[in-house]
């Protein structure tokens, strides 16, 4: 047993090491190429340039302020998205005609590329904050309340007949059945949205932005500055990861109980 | 003997797209109060339809059912339903929590009742952690915590062994006569059936009317245990037997 559980435990380590040694190769190659200038650091950048960009950004542009901008615009388009989902899903629930009714809408709408609904927004939204967090929006909603449809959807009868058999109300049915049932299909969903929700963001501020990660990269790449492209990158690379670890620990906790 | 329910003329059609099942037909009979009261029939013939219309879930039939008291009814379903997100406590606790009957008295209750059934150590642990057999005794126990007047359960000891079905249902069908409880219990074990029913209720084959109503009497009638001991016991169980093999 402790054999085992040794074993697994050196297993799992040596998982670790590989894969941070892929990392460090990988980011170790990429400067040695660039310092011998065999690659050119003005298309390609290098890790040392881009830590330099960051302190750069981190003394003199207030690196946290687009950090936060983007993050903020996320939560704000993540709970929104969270907020309607659920009541869609509610209503749809509820009304199994107007659920008939809307399921090609939601296919069609769920395969449309949103990127090309960008310059309809900033013409009906105008190009500020509020189109980037409507982007932010569109692109997970309707994932959201297919997802969360169908979990209320599959609610056991037995259980919805056993809490009639206590004279249970609609309410009761779903506080106390239908809600906690899908509480880790809804957490779950989360984790997914969090990213599409991140790249709906990136998208809205390349669509109009005045800061952010987005506009970062965007203006990078106009003025030609492939460090700081590649900065932005790398910045949002580690965003996009917190975001998701932090939802995983909501997640394993909702798993202990 | 006082008559708490009559049932006349019961009759229920389920209607999908595949077409439409007579579930039951025609079918009348009173309950009486305090008495056990078994149904017995082959499978799909339409047992649990009459239980669900007796509990109102089902308000779709044809027929009259008169209640002659204002009474609640506990309902005990053929599956468990157990919440899996919730400790076996708070499932045990949970039909008093629903009909707002929870208070110190009540949840002392019911917390004795999973002591007695030996889930003593249980209660914080969740359904996943549980035999079939407990499972359904928490199921059991979630109904009668809710001290209900007329007692409906749906085949409620099939997923127990041998041996703990003989004990649970002796202790079921004390608390039972402690409670002044009526019950209506839908079963397929004849020997179970003759030793704690007053009555038994014979269903034919889909769509189920009713076949035949047995009053069981037993000399020195006592736990069901021992009832199995009785003379007659034989007797009946051949004519139930007998009864129930024509059906197929
Ligand atoms: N909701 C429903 N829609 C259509 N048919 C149904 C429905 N519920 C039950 N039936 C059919 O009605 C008949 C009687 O069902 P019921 O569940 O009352 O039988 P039962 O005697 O309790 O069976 P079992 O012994 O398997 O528990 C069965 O043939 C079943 O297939
Ligand atoms: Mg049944």
């Known amino acids: 047993m402790s054999n085992y559980k040794s074993k697994y435990k050196k297993n799992k380590r040596n998982i670790f090491l590989i894969q941070i040694s892929i990392a460090s190769i990988f980011f170790l190659v990429w400067e040695i190429l660039a310092r011998c200038k065999i690659i050119n650091t003005f298309i390609t950048s290098s890790p040392s340039n881009i830590v330099e960009t960051i302190i750069n950004l981190y ?105 009639r058999t206590f004279k249970a109300s609609d309410k009761d049915i779903f506080l106390k059945l239908i ?9 779950s969903t989360l984790k997914i949205n969090t990213a599409l929700c991140l ?17 970062l990269i965007l203006y990078g790449s106009q003025v030609f500055n492939l460090d700081l492209v590649m900065a932005g990158v790398l910045i949002l690379i580690i965003l996009s990861t917190l975001i998701y670890n932090f939802i995983r620990i909501i997640e394993k906790r909702l798993e202990k109980c | 003997m006082d008559t708490l329910v009559q049932i006349k003329n019961l009759s229920k059609t389920y209607e999908s797209i595949d077409g439409k099942v007579n579930a039951i037909k025609d079918v009348t009979f009173d309950i009486y109060k305090n008495e056990f009261l078994t149904i017995i029939g082959s499978s799909g013939c339409g047992k649990s339809t009459i239980l669900n219309i007796l509990d ?22 053929q599956e468990d339903a157990l919440f899996e ?95 002044g409880m009526t019950v209506v219990m839908v079963s397929h074990d004849l020997a179970e059936s003759i030793s704690v029913s007053d009555r038994i209720i014979v269903l034919s084959k889909r769509p189920a009317t009713i076949k035949n109503i047995y009053k069981i009497e037993l000399s020195n009638k006592s736990t069901p245990i021992e009832n199995r001991k009785a003379k007659e016991f034989a007797y009946y169980y051949d004519i139930l037997w007998k009864d129930l093999d024509k059906n197929v």
């Open chain 1, 59 to 163: 003394q003199n542009q207030n690196l946290f302020y687009h950090i936060w901008v983007t993050l903020s615009e996320t939560l704000i388009a993540f709970t929104l998205t969270l907020i309607i989902s659920i009541i869609i899903s509610i209503i749809l629930y509820k009304n199994d005609i107007i659920a008939k009714i809307m399921d090609p809408y939601l296919t069609m709408l769920n395969s449309l590329p949103k990127v090309a609904l960008g310059p309809i927004l900033i013409i009906w939204i105008g190009a500020n904050e509020k189109s980037i967090i409507t982007m932010g929006i569109l692109i997970t909603i309707i994932v959201s309340i297919q997802t969360i449809y169908n979990g209320f959807k599959s609610t056991s009868a037995t259980k919805i007949k056993l809490m």
């Open chain 1, 179 to 187: 809600f906690p049932q899908n509480l880790r299909i809804i957490v």
């Open chain 1, 199 to 215: 790249v709906g963001i990136i998208m809205g501020e390349f669509l109009t932005s005045k800061a952010g990660i987005g506009y």
């Open chain 2, 56 to 77: 109102q879930l089902d308000k779709e039939y044809q027929g009259t059912i008169e209640f002659t008291e204002d009474i609640n009814i506990g309902y005990m379903l």
């Open chain 2, 85 to 179: 997100w919730l400790t076996v406590e708070e499932n045990a606790l949970l039909g008093l929590k629903i009909l707002k009957k929870l208070n110190d008295e009540t949840r002392k209750y019911t917390i004795s009742l999973l002591d007695k059934y030996g889930l003593k150590d249980f209660k914080d642990k969740y359904p996943k952690s549980l035999s079939g057999g407990m499972r359904q005794r928490v199921a059991l126990i979630r109904t009668l915590a809710t001290k209900p007047k007329i007692l409906l359960m749906d085949e409620p000891f099939s997923a127990l062994d041998y041996q703990t079905r003989l004990q649970v249902s002796d202790d079921v069908y004390r608390i039972i006569k402690q409670e």
